[in-house]
């Protein structure tokens, strides 16, 4: 038997709602984690390592409880599983919240297949665990699933394919679920943000360097326009990007709503985007797209 009513009220009598959120240890899920528990809802956050467990406790002011888990890592899924599932003693989870993610970029005739197998690894298969591992608490609470995507799940550009690739799965997954937890009356919805302002491209950066170091002389040349944009494009979206405080906003209106839409496209990046490649010939979207990619490299690298 599920928690009454009563049982789970927070101090101020309000219902209090449960959460996971993963990927909490900067970025996004960061900020999403902390906005929720601000709310009044109990996060669980994940994370990697012990001395992120402890910032967001201070940042949280305690509010917060750290889940140390590696989404690739089945073994720490099942773990934490069971510890959020003790710390609920007998409630079901209301939301999950499967943000974790990576970002593989580089062209997809010399993007080495290890890196294309973590980028799914991670973004894709990960994912798709601690969605099925949860399940059973999630059903107990008849809770809510999102998935935070982008508009890569929809189009493709180039240099994208690993990253584009994985969300284009992770849209399929998330459809799929979303259709076959209808009977359990599950709702499952994705946010698709453009780009966002975030430590992610840190990140990026260090992946590219990765990239970079794997590739011949003969490579280097082949994709010499191609390599310049993937070096330099990613620091102008850093600076770019829209602020997280409305990406969060959303992500909160689907995990609150009673109704959730099934996508949230956010920004007019991804809404540019998407209008681009549905309504104009995809030959000449092709020639647009393949042209800028090779000149932004130029314009952004330094003289």
């Known amino acids: 038997m599920g928690k009454t009513r009563e049982e789970k009220k927070g101090l101020n009598g309000v219902m209090q709602k449960s959460v996971l959120v993963t990927g909490a240890s900067t970025g996004i899920g960061w900020a999403t984690s902390l906005e929720l528990s601000n709310r009044g809802w109990r996060v ?83 994912n798709l665990f601690v969605t099925q591992t949860f399940l059973p608490l999630i059903r107990k609470a008849q809770g809510t699933i999102v998935f935070m995507s982008s508009e890569s799940g929809q189009v493709t550009l180039p240099l994208m394919a690993p990253y584009s690739g994985s969300k284009f799965a992770i849209e399929a997954v998330a459809s799929a679920l979303r259709k076959e937890l209808l009977p359990s009356k599950i709702r499952v919805s994705l946010v698709e943000a453009a780009t966002i302002k975030t430590p992610m491209w840190d990140k990026v950066d260090t992946t590219t360097n990765k990239f970079l170091q794997c590739l011949s002389k003969k490579e280097k040349e082949l994709y010499a326009a191609e390599l310049d944009t993937l070096i330099y494009f990613p620091k102008k979206q850093a600076t770019m990007g829209m602020p997280m405080k409305k990406v969060v906003k959303v992500i909160l209106r689907a995990l609150n709503a009673r109704r959730p839409k099934p996508r949230y496209v956010v920004g007019w990046e991804a809404w540019a985007l998407i209008i681009l490649h549905k309504f104009f010939p995809t030959i000449i979207v092709d020639w647009v797209s393949s042209k800028l990619v090779r000149q932004l490299g130029t314009w952004l690298k330094p003289k």
């Open 44 to 126: 669980f956050a994940t994370v990697r390592k012990e001395a992120d467990a402890k910032e967001l406790i201070e940042a949280s002011s305690g509010k917060i409880t750290p889940v140390i888990m590696d989404i690739v890592d089945y073994e720490s899924v099942k773990q934490g599983a069971l510890e959020i599932e003790n710390a609920l003693t007998g409630a079901g989870l209301d939301a999950l919240f499967n943000n974790a993610g990576i970002s593989v970029q580089g062209p997809a005739e010399i993007v080495p297949i290890e890196m294309f197998e973590k980028q799914f690894q991670v973004n894709v298969f990960g």
